[in-house]
Nanobody, 115 residues
Framework: EVQLVESGGGLVQPGGSLRLSCAAS????????MSWVRQAPGKGPERVST????????YYADSVKGRFTISRDNSKNTLYLQMNSLKPEDAAVYYC????????RGQGTQVTVSS
């Protein structure tokens, strides 16, 4: 059974940083491209970032480019998202997801950016 468990969310002031983690199990993590997707209240999901299976290629939404960094450790079956210079508009539930034709995602972790 595919399991994706996100952690690391929380409340942070504007300009602050958070590091999200996603622990994967139940599938061959190192064979999958992976994404971080976020969804704010009343809005549709937004793909924030994607990394290929070996960590050699990445994609970032324009809204986070230069502030967020996606990475992965295939030896630990873990996906990361380092988020710096956070803005109020970054507040959302963040999900990790497989980047394939039938994406699976976790339960999400809440990120709140507020002073």
């Amino acid at each position: 059974e595919v399991q994706l468990v996100e952690s690391g969310g929380g409340l942070v002031q504007p300009g602050g940083s958070l590091r999200l983690s996603c622990a994967a199990s139940g599938f061959t993590f190192g064979s999958y491209d992976m994404s971080w997707v976020r969804q704010a209240p009343g809005k549709g999901p937004e793909r924030v970032s994607t990394i290929d299976s070996i960590g050699g290629m990445t994609y970032y939404a324009d809204s986070v480019k230069g502030r967020f960094t996606i990475s992965r450790d295939n030896s630990k079956n873990t996906l990361y998202l380092q988020m710096n210079s956070l803005k109020p508009e970054d507040a959302a539930v963040y999900y990790c997801a497989t980047a394939d034709g039938n994406p699976k995602r976790g339960q999400g972790t809440q990120v709140t950016v507020s002073s």
